[in-house]
């Protein structure tokens, strides 16, 4: 079993920042791929930043070139790093965590709102 917890999520600015954490406790050495998905009101929930085990990185369309994912392999925490932020990046934010066998484990989701 693996327990995810995300914090970070907040208000903010349009053009602000943010940085989004998640840990992962348990059985942690099972866990391949780490990263961030999120669901606005009336959307389907959609892929935001995820990163392997070795490293590779795949971004959403459109948060490419704003957002950044890394992950810290000694604390099991993957950040989301959230730059030029807009309104239309106000969601619920989800950290989902994979293990190599391919069972999934999510948190239960941060909110983040971009509004002047």
């Known amino acids: 079993q693996v327990q995810v917890v995300e914090s970070g999520g907040g208000l903010v600015q349009p053009g602000g920042s943010l940085r989004l954490s998640c840990a992962a406790s348990?059985?942690?050495?099972?866990?391949?791929?780490m990263g961030w998905y999120r669901q606005a009101p009336g959307k389907q929930r959609e892929l935001v930043a995820v990163i392997t085990k070795g490293g590779i990185t795949t971004y959403g369309d459109s948060v490419k070139g704003r957002f950044t994912v890394s992950r810290d392999y000694a604390k099991n925490t993957v950040y989301l790093q959230m730059n030029s932020l807009e309104p239309e990046d106000t969601a619920v934010y989800y950290c989902?965590?994979?293990?190599?066998?391919?069972?999934?484990?999510w948190g239960q989701g941060t909110q983040v709102t971009v509004s002047s």
């Open positions: 348990g059985s942690t050495f099972n866990i391949n791929t």
């Open positions: 989902k965590e994979t293990t190599n066998w391919g069972m999934e484990y």
